[in-house]
C-alpha cells in the first residue's frame, strides 16, 4: 500500500475506534460521594473476585484506595439480564451513592446479541439512576486472541453521559503476569483494577 493511500485509510477508520481508548476526553463529572456513604460493585465473577481471596478482590482494595466503604456484589457466571433482575434488592440493602457496574462478560462468553446486552445494562442503569444514585461503567472484553471492548460499552456512555472504564480489564486479561486462569484476575490483577477505578472516580470528582 502506497503511502497517501495508508494515509486516507486511516483517516476512514470510524470514530468509535478512537472513542474506546478516551482519546484525551474527560470523563463526565460525577456528585461526591460523602465519607461515610456506600459505594456498590456490582457485577459477576470480576466483581466477585474469582481467582483471589475476598481481600485482594477489586472491591476491597479499592475501599482503601478511596476510603469509602465498597460493598461487594457479584455472582459468577450471572448475565447482564440476570442481574438486572438482581439489583433492585441489592439497591435496597446497600443504600449506595455511587455504583459500579461491571456486567455483560459472561454474555460475551456465550455470543450473546450486543443489542439484547446493551439493553439489559440499559435498564440497570435506569433502575440505579431512579434513586437518584451515581453510576460508572466498566466494560469487559469480548472473549479471544485479539481482544476488543465491544462498542455498545462506548455508546451507553455517550447516551447516557457515563463514566466508562473501557481499558483496565483488557489490559489485565492480556497479561498473563496478572491473571489466574484463563478469564480471572489474580491479586495483582485486581489491584490493577481497583487503581485504575481509583483514579477514574478522583477524575469525575466523585472522592
Request: proline letters at 8%; one cysteine or more; a neutral charge.
Amino acid at each position: 500500500m502506497r503511502r497517501r493511500d495508508f494515509i486516507v485509510s486511516l483517516a476512514a477508520l470510524p470514530p468509535l475506534a478512537c472513542g474506546l481508548h478516551g482519546c484525551g476526553r474527560r470523563a463526565p463529572p460525577l456528585p461526591h460521594v460523602d465519607a461515610g456513604a456506600v459505594i456498590l460493585a456490582f457485577g459477576d465473577s470480576l466483581t466477585f473476585g474469582t481467582g483471589a481471596r475476598p481481600e485482594e478482590s477489586y472491591p476491597a482494595v479499592l475501599e482503601k484506595l478511596v476510603l469509602r466503604r465498597v460493598v461487594r456484589s457479584g455472582v459468577p457466571g450471572e448475565t447482564a439480564e440476570e442481574g438486572f433482575v438482581r439489583l433492585p434488592g441489592v439497591l435496597e440493602d446497600a443504600e449506595p451513592q455511587l455504583v459500579i457496574l461491571c456486567e455483560g462478560g459472561n454474555d460475551l462468553l456465550r455470543r450473546a446479541e450486543d443489542s439484547a446486552v446493551k439493553e439489559s445494562l440499559s435498564k440497570s442503569i435506569a433502575l440505579i439512576r431512579e434513586r437518584g444514585t451515581s453510576v460508572v461503567l466498566m466494560a469487559p472484553p469480548r472473549p479471544g486472541v485479539f481482544t476488543d471492548t465491544p462498542p455498545f460499552y462506548l455508546e451507553l456512555a455517550k447516551e447516557l453521559r457515563l463514566p466508562l472504564e473501557a481499558e483496565i480489564l483488557k489490559t489485565v486479561l492480556l497479561d498473563k503476569a496478572l491473571k489466574s486462569d484463563l478469564v480471572h484476575p489474580n491479586a495483582k490483577g485486581y489491584t490493577k483494577i481497583a487503581e485504575a477505578l481509583a483514579k477514574l472516580l478522583k477524575e469525575t470528582g466523585a472522592v
